[in-house]
């Protein structure tokens, strides 16, 4: 099974139970066992400690923590949302084959409706009441 690409970034802390490894995307804590390779970018120290900068490989299905700093700001911007959403490539082919779906359903009326990229189902009991609906497209 072939490892995960290397993370370069600097080592921040290297204890028994964990390796926290801090790059331009954010803090990595890893456990000890997950960890494939820890080597110095400078390879002629040979020191891995923290504060230096490393290349770390991690195995193929560690788990690992990732947190990430982000800054938060306010802008005097409203939102706003076009009054003609955009055609997806392929929406009509969706819809379609969403429709003809829904005609399996004979024994409830269907009402297929497209949204931007996303097709609903909804189906209607006897009184034309609302029962249920589904995003079709999230069958795949």
């Known amino acids: 099974m072939p490892d995960l690409p290397p993370l370069r970034g600097r080592l921040v802390d290297r204890t028994d139970e964990s390796v926290v490894l801090a790059t331009d995307?954010?803090?990595?804590?890893?456990r000890p066992e997950d960890v494939?390779?820890?080597?110095?970018?400078?390879?002629?120290?040979g020191v891995v400690e923290p504060g230096v900068e490393v290349v770390l490989v991690v195995r193929l299905d560690a788990v690992v923590e990732v947190t990430q700093t982000t800054r938060l700001r306010v802008v005097e911007q409203p939102m706003t949302i076009p009054?003609?959403?955009?055609?997806?490539?392929g929406s009509?082919?969706?819809?379609?084959?969403?429709?003809?779906w829904?005609?399996?359903?004979?024994?409830?009326?269907?009402?297929v409706q497209e949204v931007g990229s996303?097709?609903?189902m909804k189906t209607y009991d006897m009184n034309g009441d609302h029962v249920?609906?589904?995003?079709?497209?999230s069958l795949d």
């Open 132 to 137: 249920d609906g589904i995003a079709i497209d």
């Open 118 to 120: 996303s097709s609903w």
């Open 36 to 45: 494939v390779s820890l080597d110095p970018v400078d390879a002629e120290s």
């Open 102 to 111: 829904a005609t399996l359903f004979s024994s409830a009326d269907v009402c």
């Open 83 to 89: 009054d003609e959403q955009p055609r997806v490539v």
């Open 25 to 30: 995307d954010g803090r990595w804590t890893v």
């Open 92 to 100: 009509e082919r969706l819809s379609a084959a969403a429709a003809e």
